[in-house]
T-cell receptor, first 112, second 114 residues
Framework: DQQVKQNSPSLSVQEGRISILNCDYT??????FLWYKKYPAEGPTFLIS?????DKNEDGRFTVFLNKSAKHLSLHIVPSQPGDSAVYFC???????????FGAGTRLTVKP | NAGVTQTPKFRVLKTGQSMTLLCAQD?????MYWYRQDPGMGLRLIHY???????AKGEVPDGYNVSRLKKQNFLLGLESAAPSQTSVYFC?????????????FGQGTRLTVV
């Protein structure tokens, strides 16, 4: 069973607009949530994370929001740039081990 | 700075053949992982290691074996390849096993079993 779900396989936005990528999880033991970005023919790279004791974490153009009661998190990219076009993976992990569970990914396309 | 390097990048195997995927990291990380990525499934953990000489099973370990004889290397073996093992394999390493620690990934190995 997939404990982390990204229900949108793809998302297309115009350059300069906001991109919102969503992620849902089922396991209440998850305490950390991470977003990874993946370009073709490369491995995933870490983008941003959030702890379950917070509801928001911001890093430049990237903000992650966590709604623990709804078991939902989202990644906002503002403004979106063509270089942001990639597959974004949501991952979740318990506190005391790095047994990350990944979502299936969302392919973001930012059109110039 | 190479980071995490996987060898080979591509491989085609016949059913029943064996092979070993090599992962090397130069960041002195204690923890290393092998994942597989399949369409619609995300990345799933096969095996991991919390230090030299130690390994443990992940979410989908069947059909794979691993070894960590040196801290910088983590090997993934397929003893008798099956078409269901056609996938993209990623190795990763991290400095801590805590859940908030980012993992560094290799570029992946695309394996096709025919």
């Amino acid at each position: 069973d997939q404990q982390v779900k990204q229900n949108s396989p793809s998302l297309s936005v115009q350059e300069g607009r906001i991109s919102i990528l969503n992620c849902d999880y089922t396991n209440s033991m998850f305490d950390y949530f991470l977003w990874y970005k993946k370009y073709p023919a490369e491995g995933p790279t870490f983008l941003i994370s959030i702890s379950s004791i917070k509801d928001k974490n911001e890093d430049g153009r990237f903000t992650v929001f966590l709604n623990k009661s709804a078991k939902h998190l989202s990644l906002h990219i503002v403004p979106s740039q063509p270089g942001d076009s990639a597959v974004y993976f949501c991952a979740a992990s318990p506190t005391f081990n790095n047994d990350m569970r990944f979502g299936a990914g969302t392919r973001l396309t930012v059109k110039p | 700075n190479a980071g995490v390097t996987q060898t080979p990048k591509f491989r085609v195997l016949k059913t029943g053949q064996s092979m070993t995927l090599l992962c090397a990291q130069d960041m002195n990380h204690e923890y290393m992982y092998w994942y597989r990525q399949d369409p619609g499934m995300g990345l799933r953990l096969i095996h991991y290691s919390v230090g030299e000489g130690t390994t443990a099973k992940g979410e989908v370990p069947d059909g794979y074996n691993v070894s960590r004889l040196k801290k910088q290397n983590f090997l993934l073996g397929l003893e008798s390849a099956a078409p269901s093992q056609t996938s993209v394999y990623f190795c990763a390493s991290s400095k801590s096993h805590r859940g908030n620690t980012e993992a560094f990934f290799g570029q992946g190995t695309r394996l096709t079993v025919v």
